[in-house]
């Protein structure tokens, strides 16, 4: 005797009734649900027999043919657009508010820059112009040279540069690489290496002072490409001696270093060491 | 295979077939005859399908018109991709497969873009697929024809809204009255599997289709 379970399956397999096997058929006989599901599946098997078969229309040949040959004419020159899921779109789309709103805070939450220090916020910008202030003292033989992007505070080193040369040279130089072209380079003439960085050294910006110069205050404008890097002016004469002012970075909490803290190194033979 | 080239070509020979397909009836010789280049053979063989591979997609899909596209675009695939068929199972088999590969990817598809409408709740019955939200008007109507109609239709709809995996052996089996065998082959499944799946479906519709029963 089958299984109530073994039966279903029988009848679910069978074609007709008729071609049930003996076993199902005892089953049935004693089994009121079995024949309960024998006489639905025969009623669903009925209702599904009714649906009438469809056609194809009559010219689906013609339009199979048209559709072939214009696929043989333009085989590869199809390009399908991605159909991305409402789904995808939708994380995608969450993905950027939620990067919005990250940078929105991040934005809300820095420090505020200081007031009365704008130079600090020109720090982060591109290149900026600078001056270098010269004065010559005929008794002392003294120059000074004074850093003044802008609006950044001066810086005062003090160079003491040989009063014999009529012609001096002043360069700019800067650790790092230079974005644009310097305003007033009139030529390269060396590069220093800032070794105890391990960065490369960056054009030197060269611009050449006349020759007579006034014993009182000289301005010398020249181009400083980032206020944020380190900073190198060499002051040189015609005969070759030479001094270089290093001045430390402008950045963001840096406003302590402008506070007359640029160092003065003086030039040497064995300033191929570096002065950072 | 060659290409066509006009518009000439587009109509089949409709009285005239060439002597290959006088000679060779069966499934097999046919593609083998239109993979050497006889347009007339492939066209006897869209002959033969076309009506059966329509109605089995329109049971998949309940869309006429989609039914048709999905149909021709059977019938593409198997001309593009007649040099590689193999023969070592029937050639129905070989082409139901194929129409129930691009029957479900499409179901898939727009299962994904269904969105919700506002307006659904104001369509006509015929365009909506849920069957399980509308039962069964069983009050008497005074016309049969009506009656037969609309209990078509909720089978149709009924079928309809079965999951792809039971619903193609439920239509290959129950309408296009395939063997189990050759239904494992088309579905690329077990017997035992297609006859569980069959089993299972049939018991979706009894739930569905209870006030019909």
Redesign the interface.
Known sequence: MLTCQQCRTEIDGAVRAETLAAQAREHLDVCAACRQFQVERRRLRTLIGELEPVAAPPDFEFRLRARMAAHERAPAARFVWPAFAPRALGLAFAACLILAVAATLRLHTQPPLPTGDPGAAQSVVGPQSAQVKIEQHNSEATSTASIEPNNIPIITPTVKIPTSGQRRVLSIEQVGSLHSTPRGVLGVNERAESESLGVGSAPLVTRTVADNLPASLSTIPLPVPNSSAPLKVTLKDMQGAARIVSVDPVSFGARDLLGGRARVVPASATDSQGVW | MS??SS?D????PAVAQSPVVAEVSSDHGLLEAARTGDEAAF?EL??RY??Q???YV??MTND?DL??DL??ET??RV?RAADRYQTGYAFSTYIYRIATNLAISELR?RK??R?VSLTGFFQDREESDATELDPADIRPLQDVTLV?EE??AA??RA?ATLPDKYRAPLVLR??EERS?EEIAGILELSEGTV?SR??RA?SF??DK?QS??
Request: glycine share 0%; no cysteine.
């Open positions: 290409a066509l518009i070509e587009l109509l089949l066209a869209v002959r076309r009506n591979i329509t109605n329109y049971r006429y039914a048709v149909a021709q019938f593409m001309y598809r994904r873009r969105l037969s209990r078509r089978v149709a079928i129950d309408i189990y006859k069959i089993s049939r519709l009894r289709l019909y029963l």
